[in-house]
Nanobody
Framework: QVQLVESGGGLVQPGGSLRLSCKASGNIYSISTIGWYRQAPGKERELVGFIKAGGFINLSDSVKGRFTISRDAVENTVYLEMSSLRPDDTAVYYC????????WGQGTQVTVSA
């Protein structure tokens, strides 16, 4: 099974930008759908957006217009590109194969604060 590992989190000021990476251990196209999730303190995990192997991308209304998802086939990596960040974007961000049996990774912390 192809494993996914998130990276790229950090501390950023409100209005700033950050790019998260989701590196696959094998062929990224072998995964039908890769999703980006986030979990803020005291809140349930939510789906931020996903990209299908064919390239279709969907983003939640809460991030549409501020976040984008892209893919680098050579690097076997999916990116979550975040801009106009707000304090309520603070969360642990995860990427995951949307197959039910696929495991969760460790996530990467994003903190938006002045």
């Amino acid at each position: 099974q192809v494993q996914l590992v998130e990276s790229g989190g950090g501390l950023v000021q409100p209005g700033g930008s950050l790019r998260l990476s989701c590196k696959a251990s094998g062929n990224i196209y072998s995964i039908s759908t890769i999703g980006w999730y986030r979990q803020a303190p005291g809140k349930e995990r939510e789906l931020v957006g996903f990209i299908k192997a064919g390239g279709f991308i969907n983003l939640s209304d809460s991030v549409k217009g501020r976040f984008t998802i892209s893919r680098d086939a050579v690097e076997n990596t999916v990116y979550l590109e975040m801009s106009s960040l707000r304090p309520d974007d603070t969360a642990v961000y995860y990427c995951k194969d949307l197959s039910p049996e696929a495991p969760w990774g460790q996530g990467t912390q994003v903190t938006v604060s002045a």
